[in-house]
């Protein structure tokens, strides 16, 4: 599972002009899931984003999680964190898991979260969206979760 957060005043995400997912302060997470993901490394990826200090504390230091600041996660999925670009001009994306067993866990993603205290919102599952963001910083992270046993 990979995961592309940043840091953001605000965000949304919009299918066909209509916006159906939005937040203020907090995070988007671009959240791609690959074969062999399961239920841990979306356990893992919720505790690691919503405990990242990365927001900053009255010295300016990043040093309060989204808890700590009332933030709240727009989450978006994203196969194509998953391609392979190694090879030629044309991304591969043999990795990235099926539709089916990627909604489950992106859902799953975001049930975790909501459990640790983090309002998230969403955008629609396969859809074309549409994502616009006000960077804070900017402050943008790339997470995998460790390999897998």
């Not at 919009?14 to 671009?30: A, D, P, Y």
């Not at 993603?109 to 006000?134: C, H, K, N, T, Y």
């Not at 992270?141 to 046993?149: A, D, G, H, Q, S």
Request: glycine share 10%; hydrophobic share 45%; aromatic share 6%.
């Amino acid at each position: 599972m990979k995961a592309v957060i940043q840091r953001v005043k605000e965000a949304k995400v919009s299918v066909e002009g209509r916006v159906v997912g939005e937040i203020g302060k907090g995070v988007l997470v671009l959240l791609g899931v690959e074969i062999g993901d399961g239920c841990a490394q979306a356990d893992w990826m919720a505790e690691k984003i919503v405990n990242l200090r990365i927001f900053a504390d009255n010295e300016g230091k990043m040093n309060l999680a989204l808890p700590e600041v009332k933030g709240e996660m727009l989450a978006v999925s994203q196969f194509t964190l998953a391609g392979n670009c190694s090879k030629g001009r044309r991304p591969s994306f043999d990795t990235a898991a099926a539709p089916e067993e990627a909604n489950r866990l992106y859902s799953y993603f975001m049930g975790q979260v909501w459990e640790r205290g983090v309002p998230v919102q969403s955008g629609i599952f396969q859809a074309d969206m549409e994502v616009s963001l006000v960077n804070d910083g900017p402050v943008t992270f790339i997470l995998e979760t460790p390999p897998k046993r």
